[in-house]
């Protein structure tokens, strides 16, 4: 039997993916509960959705812990070794380093006071559901440990094409004929983790971005519940390529119906 996960869902906007773990999970399909919800914008309705829900909602004011980095980087007593983690870290690229480890200084404070409060909800894995920060490695080395990846995102591109924060919009102004969806782990780079299941949908020659989007957004919700239902049964095995690259393995013995009603869904839609 399915043991009934405990998700932190961390957003930044409107929730659209919390609401549907939420309806989900009080439906029975989900085998999941929220148990938290974190925004880094206040006042954002995915925290309004978790309220409703009555499920504790937190908000991480990253804003003043990046202006504390800016000014006081090097007076800091930050947990980790700044310029250790400085040497690791992907997702900075300044070339002042005053400017670099400011900025990363403020995302450790953030993500130490973040890391504070979700632990003390016993998640058993971190959702992304639109949250639009960078992840340092200092947040995700507290989660991902050894094989055991806990930390899970969606993209709206199938990766790796069509990286960073505009995927649906980068996907419809390349001109591509098929988009998706891609459910990964999150690592230290920027949408490279190893990827766990992904679904296309066809771009029609009438669509506009917005009918794109609705058309994708429905695929998350079904492929961001389906991803959580088979870690909650045991149905994932990690692996190394030959190339020493972590991927995925689903051992569940229906993945090829579940592949074909994805189609269904991404094609019900012709207009």
Not at 55 to 70: F, N, Q
Not at 107 to 119: C, N, S, T
Not at 240 to 266: F, H, M, N, Q
Request: some cysteine.
């Amino acid at each position: 039997m399915a043991q009934k996960l405990r998700l932190a869902v961390l957003l930044s906007g409107s929730g659209t993916n919390l609401q549907s773990f939420l309806d989900r999970s009080a439906s029975g399909t989900l085998n999941a509960q929220v148990v938290v919800v974190v925004s880094d914008r206040p006042g954002v309705h995915g925290l309004k959705r978790g309220e409703l829900a009555n499920i504790p909602t937190r908000v991480i004011d990253y804003g003043a812990h990046l202006e504390r980095g800016r000014e006081d980087w090097e007076r800091l007593e930050l947990p980790v070794d700044l310029r250790k983690l400085d040497e690791v870290q992907q997702i900075l690229h300044f070339s002042d380093d005053a400017k670099r480890l400011g900025r990363l200084a403020g995302l450790v404070l953030a993500e130490d006071e973040m890391i504070r409060q979700v632990d003390a909800f016993q998640p058993d894995y971190i959702v992304l559901a639109g949250f639009m920060r960078l992840l340092s490695p200092y947040f995700l080395r507290h989660y991902n440990r050894g094989d055991m990846w806990r930390v899970l995102n969606i993209h709206p591109s199938l990766l790796p094409a069509f990286p960073g924060q505009r995927g649906y919009e980068d996907t419809f102004h390349y001109g591509v004929k098929w988009g998706g969806v891609t459910v990964h782990f999150a690592d230290e780079g920027e949408d490279t983790g190893p990827i766990f299941a992904q679904a296309v949908y066809p771009v029609w020659p009438n669509d506009d971005l917005e009918s794109l989007r609705r058309r994708g957004l429905q695929l998350e919700y079904a492929v961001y519940a389906q991803c959580i239902n088979w870690l909650a049964s045991g149905q994932v095995r990690f692996s190394r390529s030959s190339r020493g690259r972590t991927t995925v393995e689903i051992l569940d013995p229906k993945y090829p119906e579940i592949l074909k009603a994805w189609s269904v869904l991404a094609c019900s839609d012709e207009t």
